[in-house]
């Protein structure tokens, strides 16, 4: 099968050993889900790892289905509930972090920056070697398009189905096996194989510039998208020189891995 084929030769391009211990990223949606169940078919080493959001009903149904599929994969299941360690719902931390900032931070970037930082912390305890995710073909292209369209496409130079920044001993590094794998293709997939996957959108999900960005990318053909993400790869060692010189370092703060002396975490919730 195409996809199969195409998953399992993104894990070669990035020599990932099945002796590692892989934490994925498990959101209930269809390319987490198919991420974890094909590391599984083939072998890898894998736990599932969920962020309870505590957006209502959404998040009760996302829970319910990493619930089942770690239960079906026969692999551990760690669950972060956001409003036991943090005191508060995604959407009350987000309110009251655009009520301090001004209406420019969007939901989704402010999600997404919580949701890293939890992330690489809770897998630090955790003692695992890799984080998988699962970004597809649509999200990579989107995310490359916004940068350049933005004039920052040093901001891609940590991105590609391995993060650049391996041997930091704080930053654990992330892998993204569905990088090439067209959305559609994905979807079908999991349907197929009658995967446990919420297919209703996140409440939240509002970035009104990426759904822009995405109208423009489901215009494009499968090749297309492709081809903008094999251009991606070829300029991908010169935008990551962009960056190499400004290094990684810790937050002042919380001492989590960041470019700047505070962290985009601790910069938005200003404690
Ligand atoms: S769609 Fe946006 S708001 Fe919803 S969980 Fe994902 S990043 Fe968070
Ligand atoms: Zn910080």
Redesign the pocket.
């Known amino acids: 099968m195409e996809l199969e084929q195409k998953f399992k030769q993104t894990l070669e391009k990035i020599k990932l050993n099945k002796k590692e211990k892989i934490l994925v990223a498990l ?1 209930g949606g269809k390319d987490s889900t198919v991420t974890a169940y094909l590391l599984k078919k083939f072998g890898y080493n894998i736990e599932g790892f969920h962020i309870n ?1 505590s957006m209502g009903d959404y998040s009760k149904k996302c829970l319910d289905a990493v619930e089942k599929l770690c239960s079906d994969l026969k692999i551990k299941l760690h669950v972060y509930n956001i409003k036991d360690e943090m005191g508060g719902s ?1 959407c009350y931390i987000r309110t009251a972090i655009q009520t301090s900032h001004g209406k420019g931070l969007k ?2 970037a402010i ?2 920056v919580i ?1 890293k930082w939890i992330m690489n912390r809770e897998a630090r305890k955790l003692k695992v070697e890799k984080i998988a995710t699962g970004h597809n073909l649509d999200d990579e292209t989107q995310t490359f398009l916004m940068n350049i369209l933005k004039g920052s496409p040093q901001l891609s130079a940590n991105s590609g189905a391995i993060t650049k920044n391996k041997g930091d001993k704080k930053f654990i590094t992330r892998i993204k096996p569905l990088f090439y794998i067209d959305e559609n293709d994905i979807r079908g997939y999991a349907k197929k194989k009658k995967l446990p996957v919420v297919y209703e959108k ?1 409440p ?2 509002l ?1 009104s510039y990426r759904i822009q960005i995405r109208q423009f990318t489901n215009s494009l053909t499968k090749k297309e998208k492709e081809n903008i993400m094999k251009n991606f790869d070829r300029l991908s060692e010169r935008i990551q020189k962009l960056k190499s010189e400004e290094g990684l370092n810790y937050c002042e703060k919380c001492g989590e891995p960041s470019r700047n002396k505070i962290c985009r975490m601790c910069a938005m919730i200003k404690k």
Request: glycine content about 8%; some cysteine.
């Open positions: 959101s959001l995604m939901n989704c999600c997404g949701k996140c939240c999900a970035d």
